[in-house]
């Protein structure tokens, strides 16, 4: 593997506790407790527990509409490859 390139995300290590918990003490960051997480949970944002900050389309929630196109996609897949079996 070259090393100034990331490795493949087949190659890579799994990304275990004391992964994140280095991460968190890398970046001086402190983790949540449990029960403030737990705290979080029980009373979520009225737009709901996700926020989309507009930097990475990738990360943009999905429409209904397109909900229901991606499902249907899917059920079609799968309905051709037991034919095709």
Do not use: C, Y
């Not at 926020?51 to 429409?63: G, N, Q, S």
């Amino acid at each position: 593997m070259n090393k100034s390139q990331p490795p493949h995300p087949d190659e890579a290590p799994p990304l275990t506790e004391a992964f994140f918990a280095h991460a968190v003490h890398r970046v001086g960051l402190k983790p949540a407790s449990k029960r403030d997480a737990l705290e979080a949970l029980k009373n979520p944002p009225p737009g709901g527990d996700f926020v989309w900050d507009a930097v990475d389309e990738d990360d943009r929630p999905l429409t209904a509409e397109e909900m229901r196109a991606g499902i249907a996609a899917a059920k079609k897949r799968k309905a051709s490859s037991k034919t095709s079996e």
